[in-house]
Nanobody
Framework: VQLQASGGGLVQAGGSLRLSCAAS????????MGWFRQAPGKEREFVAA????????TYADSVKGRFTISRDNAKITVYLQMMSLKPEDTAVYYC????????????????????WGQGTQVTVSS
C-alpha cells in the first residue's frame, strides 16, 4: 500500500485547509486510515482516524469540533478538513493506513498502522 498526502500549506489563524491522502494498492473495508502530526521538537501525535468499513471516526481532543475526517471509498482517499486553525496546529501531517487485526482496537495508536505516507507541511501564522 502506498499513501500520497497532499493539501498542506500556509494559512492564517482561523483559516481552513483540507488534506488528502490517496491510497494505492491492496486495502479493504478491514482497514483504518489516520492522520498524525509532528511539530518541531515534539513527538508525533494522533490527530484523527477513520475505519474504511463502517466509517467509525476518532479524534484527538485538541482538534474535536474543528477537524473532520472523511473518506471516499471509490477513490480510496481520506480527507482531513481542518477549520479554525491555530498556530499550535503547525506541524508536518502524516497519513497512515493499516489492517484492523482484532475486535478491540485503538485507532489512536501508531502501532495500528502499517503504512505511512510522506508528510505534508501545515503552517498556521498568527
Amino acid at each position: 500500500v502506498q499513501l500520497q498526502a497532499s493539501g498542506g500549506g500556509l494559512v492564517q489563524a482561523g483559516g481552513s485547509l483540507r488534506l488528502s491522502c490517496a491510497a494505492s494498492g491492496r486495502t479493504s473495508d478491514g482497514y483504518a486510515m489516520g492522520w498524525f502530526r509532528q511539530a518541531p521538537g515534539k513527538e508525533r501525535e494522533f490527530v484523527a482516524a477513520i475505519t474504511l468499513g463502517r466509517s467509525r471516526t476518532t479524534y484527538a481532543d485538541s482538534v474535536k469540533g474543528r477537524f473532520t475526517i472523511s473518506r471516499d471509498n471509490a477513490k480510496i482517499t481520506v480527507y482531513l478538513q481542518m477549520m479554525s486553525l491555530k498556530p499550535e496546529d503547525t506541524a508536518v501531517y502524516y497519513c497512515a493506513a493499516g489492517p484492523i487485526r482484532s475486535v478491540i482496537y485503538d485507532l489512536r495508536l501508531q502501532t495500528m498502522y502499517t503504512y505511512w505516507g510522506q508528510g505534508t507541511q501545515v503552517t498556521v501564522s498568527s
